[in-house]
């Protein structure tokens, strides 16, 4: 017989504490890269934390250059401690080639990273071969394999991600591809670096200014501060000087580097995405906000997959199970985005849920379901009408 005692349980999952986020996770790959020994292999992605772990693979600024500089563009702008997946190809590969959802290598990767990724910047150390459309035509053949592969990623592995592709070799904004006739909403393409030479774009800023910050948030938010480098260019031109340029390269869909009368430093235009600038999705923020809950809906539904489900006689879904479902769906979002500014609220609740009642479940097995989030506003414009003041009336 036991000695009379009082035991606790302690209980646990009470707190509905969000696991750590993995937003910004992304992968960096570089094409023109050099293995180094057994510690860096070519193909193989690795997890890096800050730019002292590229010691530990053996990457150094002599043996992948470019590498390596674009990994300390990142920790320029990301805390150290921010999370990174970078994977090195060879000078053999191109961008149209390892985007091909069939046979290209970023398949593997995105496999092998089991749904973690949330973007794949991809970029490139071998020198640009001048383009007739204002890049090197390697850029263009990629990106309607780079929305394939991340529509193959969203609906086959339940993983949505976006592509951005580095605009190399940038010659004359005159000449360039209007990228808003397109209709690639998950790819985005970038130009101007930190280099004088005018072949590449700051593709491990970019990346460092995604990953700092949240997905409703856009990289060019003036209040967030300017870029960390000293001096930008854009096709070997310091931004400064190309103001007229940038502007035509903004409104034909590109992301690149500005400056602000006022303002000291640089700042990224805008984060368009090379698509009609009427479509949902035609930036980054709105990208992110909806691949982001399209990811929490899916964690969420996935519960109810194959489960019993209440019916009335006639084949549809008892009310109660409705509500429960909706409430379950709308729960998650909330707590995991419109708690957290991600959507912008109304009453504590940023998202809509809603599931057809008239849906015949028994003899379908099928039950739709529409969810709708509330995005913010962003003050692209800004109109100000300025006068004299004489008198109260006016």
């Not at 005692?5 to 509905?16: A, M, R």
């Not at 959802?101 to 398949?107: C, E, H």
């Amino acid at each position: 017989m036991a000695l009379p005692k009082i035991t606790i349980e302690y209980l646990n999952g009470q707190l509905g504490t969000v696991p750590e986020s993995q937003d910004g996770l992304l992968a960096l790959a570089v094409i023109g890269a050099t293995a180094a020994g057994a510690t860096f292999a070519l193909g193989n992605p690795y997890t890096i934390y800050r730019p002292q772990s590229l010691d530990g693979l053996g990457v150094t600024q002599e043996n992948n250059a470019r590498l390596h500089s674009l990994v300390s563009q990142f920790y320029s702008t990301a805390d150290e401690g921010t999370k990174l997946v970078v994977v090195g190809y060879p000078s053999t590969d191109t961008m149209s080639g390892l985007c091909d959802k069939t046979s290209g290598k970023l398949r593997t990767l995105l496999q092998a990273q089991k749904g973690e990724l949330r973007g794949i910047v991809l970029a490139s150390a071998v020198e640009a071969e001048e383009g007739a459309e204002g890049l090197d035509a390697d850029v263009f053949s990629a990106l309607p394999k780079a929305q394939e592969l991340a529509d193959y990623s969203a609906s086959e592995l339940y993983a949505p991600i976006f592509v951005a592709l580095e605009g190399k070799g940038f010659t004359d904004a005159a000449d360039l591809k209007d990228l808003s006739d397109l209709g690639y909403n998950r790819c985005c393409v970038v130009i101007g670096g930190t280099s004088d030479d005018g072949d590449g774009a700051a593709m491990g800023i970019f990346a460092g200014k995604v990953a700092s910050v949240p997905v409703h948030r856009n990289i060019g938010r003036v209040a967030d501060g300017a870029l960390y480098p000293e001096k930008m260019y854009v096709g070997g031109k310091p931004v400064d000087e190309c103001v007229d340029d940038i502007t035509a390269i903004y409104d034909k869909g590109y992301i690149c580097p500005r400056t602000y009368v006022g303002r000291t430093g640089y700042f990224f235009t805008d984060d368009r995405m090379a698509c009609d600038p009427t479509d949902d999705y035609a930036h980054l923020t709105n990208r992110r906000t909806i691949d982001k809950a399209a990811r929490i809906a899916y964690s969420t539904l996935l519960d109810y997959l194959l489960g019993e489900i209440d019916t009335n006689e006639d084949g549809t879904m008892q009310q109660g199970v409705i509500k429960s479902w909706q409430a379950e769906v709308e729960g998650a979002i909330d707590t995991q985005m419109t708690s957290a500014g991600e959507l912008s609220g109304t009453d504590g609740s940023g998202c809509k849920c809603s599931i057809d009642p008239s849906q015949n479940v028994v003899s379908t097995s099928r039950i739709n379901v529409t969810l709708k989030v509330r995005p913010y506003g962003y003050a692209r414009f800004i109109n100000v009408s300025i006068g004299f003041l004489l008198s109260s009336s006016n």
